[in-house]
Nanobody, 124 residues
Framework: QVQLVESGGGLVQPGGSLRLSCATS????????MSWFRQGPGKEREFVAG????????RYTSSVKGRFTVSRDNGKNTLFLQMNSLKPEDTAVYYC?????????????????WGRGTQVTVSS
């Protein structure tokens, strides 16, 4: 069975950093485009960052550009999201998603598999 498991969330002060991980199993990881989505309180789920199969293309939503970095380790079947200069508006549940495709998609409906999420709270 396919499993995606996020970790690394927590409580951090504004300006701080967190590194999220998404460990996968049950799929050929290198075949999948991987992305991070998030859903804040009372908000719709939104695309945060994506990465193509070999890491050649990266995409970010405008609000996180310059602060977040998405990466992957195909040898470890793991996706990462380095989050720096965190802001209260980054508070959300962060989800890992996998898409059997060649390109990054920003619509959550285009992804085949999802993790259950990890909570990130940015607060003083």
């Amino acid at each position: 069975q396919v499993q995606l498991v996020e970790s690394g969330g927590g409580l951090v002060q504004p300006g701080g950093s967190l590194r999220l991980s998404c460990a996968t199993s049950g799929l050929t990881f290198s075949w999948y485009v991987m992305s991070w989505f998030r859903q804040g309180p009372g908000k719709e789920r939104e695309f945060v960052a994506g990465i193509t199969r070999e890491g050649g293309d990266l995409r970010y939503t405008s609000s996180v550009k310059g602060r977040f970095t998405v990466s992957r380790d195909n040898g470890k079947n793991t996706l990462f999201l380095q989050m720096n200069s965190l802001k209260p508006e980054d508070t959300a549940v962060y989800y890992c998603a996998a898409r059997l495709a060649l390109t990054i998609a920003s619509n959550s409906r285009d992804y085949n598999y999802w993790g259950r999420g990890t909570q990130v709270t940015v607060s003083s």
